[in-house]
Nanobody
Framework: QVQLVESGGGSVQAGGSLRLSCAAS?????????MGWFRQTPGKEREGVAA???????NYAASVSGRFTISKDNNKNTLSLQMNSLKPEDTAMYYC??????????????????????WGQGTQVTVSP
């Protein structure tokens, strides 16, 4: 089993930045995979924020495009999300997740939650107006 632990969340004023990190016990047990960042607020469906596949291709939700950057370090088994120009609407619990057998970051971003094999416990991001 892959264990994921998120960190880096916190409170920040609008316009500020945060960098989220997702540490994995190991990257993956399969050759094709996707890693993603998701967020959720009470009463809302979980939203895919950014995804990266095993080839390094990325995909972003329109709401964060140009502001967030997803990256991975295979040697350190770490997934990151650099969040710049934060807005109050970015406030949410952020989760990282792994999908085995994924070929496309574009596909991963819109995939249902059950397609993801492992999830972290989440880290809270709060952006003040």
């Amino acid at each position: 089993q892959v264990q994921l632990v998120e960190s880096g969340g916190g409170s920040v004023q609008a316009g500020g930045s945060l960098r989220l990190s997702c540490a994995a016990s190991r990257w993956t047990y399969v050759s094709r995979y996707c890693m993603g960042w998701f967020r959720q607020t009470p009463g809302k469906e979980r939203e895919g924020v950014a995804a990266i596949d095993s080839d390094g291709s990325t995909n972003y939700a329109a709401s964060v495009s140009g502001r967030f950057t997803i990256s991975k370090d295979n040697n350190k088994n770490t997934l990151s999300l650099q969040m710049n120009s934060l807005k109050p609407e970015d406030t949410a619990m952020y989760y990282c997740a792994v999908m085995w057998g994924c070929f496309s970051a574009i596909q991963a971003l819109g995939a249902p939650s059950y397609r993801y094999n492992f999830w972290g416990q989440g880290t809270q991001v709060t952006v003040s107006p």
